[in-house]
């Protein structure tokens, strides 16, 4: 496994009831991507506990508190099933109108977008981009490169998930690898 360059921030915070709020920590294998890439037969010819990226983030507060901000960095491993970038599982927000900044810190990677109609487009990702994803827009991340990718997030603490939606009718293009150059396909 590869040696972490970034390493969560020191929380700092004047709240004493948020004094010993820890660091959550998960991680998903391969396993846990089933049905997001086209390549089925190259998918199940790898190793279903192969780590595919793992999330540090500080939830200060419960879960759907209005007003509220998350913070989470998350490292992408490096790797392609079949043509296509190793990815995240990708979600709208629960709360749809939701917005979040996704920050670059370490390594190559593409931001996936896309929107209530469908429509798909990406930003390439590198260390200090910054990038601000409005409400109704789906989002995911690819590396793109041959090491650890890594990038920080910030979204509200009411945000949600909404993971169904992808898990069912997917996004309508794919960044695959062609040439050695990623195209979204
Ligand atoms: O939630 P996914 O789609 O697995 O992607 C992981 C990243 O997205 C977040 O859910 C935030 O949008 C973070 O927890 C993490 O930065
Ligand atoms: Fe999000």
């Known amino acids: 496994m590869e040696n972490k360059k970034i390493i969560f921030p020191e929380l700092f915070f004047t709240d004493k009831n948020l004094v010993g709020r820890d660091v959550c920590k998960i991680s998903r294998n391969l396993s846990d991507l089933k049905g997001i890439f086209a390549d089925v037969e190259a998918f199940e010819k790898m190793p279903q506990d192969k780590l595919a990226y793992e999330v540090s983030s500080f939830l200060p507060e419960k879960e759907g508190t209005p007003g509220g901000l998350y913070f989470g960095i998350t490292y992408l491993y490096p790797g392609k099933v079949g043509n296509e970038y190793m990815m995240t599982k990708g979600h709208y927000h629960a709360s749809i109108d939701r917005a979040e900044f996704y920050w670059g810190l370490e ?12 429509n798909v487009w990406a930003e390439r990702v590198f260390p200090g981009s910054l990038h601000y994803i409005p409400g109704g827009v789906a989002h995911r991340m690819a590396n793109v490169g041959s090491s650890l990718f890594s990038f920080a997030a910030c979204w509200p603490s009411d945000a949600g ?15 695959i690898e062609v040439n050695g150059i990623p195209h979204l396909i």
């Open 107 to 118: 390594g190559e990677g593409m931001l996936i977008l896309m929107d209530e109609q469908r």
């Open 161 to 175: 998930h909404n993971y169904a939606e992808i898990a069912e009718k997917g996004f309508s293009a794919r960044l």
